[in-house]
């Protein structure tokens, strides 16, 4: 166990700013990904 | 569309005769065969992510020299793998396509593009956040990075043309010839970092020699690129099917599978 508390977790050592920020657009763009790729699945299934 | 259906009966009964694999390649067969296979990757993704977050962020010690800051690593090598691999199994697909002809492989090149853009994209992200901390500059026109961003204008060219060229088979052939001329751009990123003299540092994984790095911070980036690899199969597989329904709309096999629902 590396962390503490939940702070020291979120601060990452003074770097989380740099760690949060990768993995929460790592987390938005999957997200953004699956989100277009079930619309793109609606569309085709209902203009058949 | 009766040309099309046409042909695409006859490859259908020529799979149907041939080995499993030639089976497989008509778009009828494939769609749900890629249906039945997506859900078991997309549980294996998030497996492994749980894993490998897991073992990155509670397991894996503080590095000597970085501090946290490394911790990037974790998501941002498996993106940098990922957007190198896409790419060469995008422009395999697509090179299949122009020497065999078969449709399944212009539909999966284009499967491929955007996720593989998505990774290309992600690994420089995460690179200017790591090397503000670490090197004091979010970018610089080095060798590695400068290749990285060429292979997302690549990834963005493949699916402007693609989707600019109406007929789907002359997109599939004009974005097959994009993609292997782009091919030279790989060994280029993965090089760069010997050929050039960069900032970037060299692989920290290599087949050659040991890698240099901690045993449980190896784990958790390889359990990482092992998510990032079934995620990527996993959305390929969905984009497929919805790109045949799209293709297909005509033939036969939808329009029963329609009557039948």
């Known amino acids: 166990m590396n962390w503490g508390s939940l702070d020291s977790f979120l601060a990452m050592g003074g770097y989380g700013l740099y760690v949060w920020g990768s993995y929460a657009v790592a987390a938005l763009c999957i997200a953004a990904e699956l989100w277009l790729l079930a619309r793109r699945a609606r569309r085709a299934e209902r203009t058949q | 569309m009766t040309l099309a259906s046409e042909s695409y ?8 005769r041939g080995s499993l694999l030639l089976r497989y390649a008509a778009p009828q067969a494939f769609y749900p065969l ?10 294996l993704a998030a497996l492994f992510a749980v894993a490998g977050l897991y073992v990155g962020f509670f397991v894996a010690p503080t590095d000597a020299q970085q501090g946290e ?18 790419y060469v199994i995008m422009a395999s ?8 002809n078969t449709r399944l492989s212009g539909m999966m090149a284009s499967a491929l593009a955007p996720t593989g853009a998505m990774f290309t994209f992600l690994a420089l992200w995460t690179g200017a956040l790591w090397g503000k901390p670490t090197w004091g500059t979010w970018w610089v026109w080095d060798a590695r990075l400068t290749s990285e961003l060429i292979l997302l204008f690549l990834y963005i060219g493949f699916i402007a043309l693609t989707n600019a060229i109406d007929d789907p088979r002359r997109a599939d052939r004009a974005g097959a010839v994009l993609a292997i001329v782009g091919v030279i751009n790989i060994p280029i990123i993965y090089f760069s970092v010997q050929w050039w003299n960069t900032l970037h540092q060299g692989a920290s994984v290599s087949l050659t020699r040991a890698p240099s790095m901690a045993a449980t911070m190896l784990t958790g980036m390889l359990l990482m690129a092992l998510a990032a690899w079934m995620y990527s199969i996993a959305a390929a597989l969905w984009r497929v099917r919805s790109i045949i329904l799209e293709r297909e709309r005509d033939a036969e096999w939808i329009q029963g599978r329609r009557g039948q629902e």
């Open chain 2, 9 to 16: 009966s006859i490859e259908a009964e020529q799979g149907g």
């Open chain 2, 93 to 100: 697909w697509a090179a299949l396509g122009l020497v065999l």
């Open chain 2, 34 to 43: 890629a249906g039945k296979m997506m859900p078991w990757f997309g549980a």
């Open chain 2, 69 to 86: 800051a490394y911790r990037v690593i974790f998501i941002h090598v498996p993106a940098a793998w990922m957007s190198m691999f896409l």
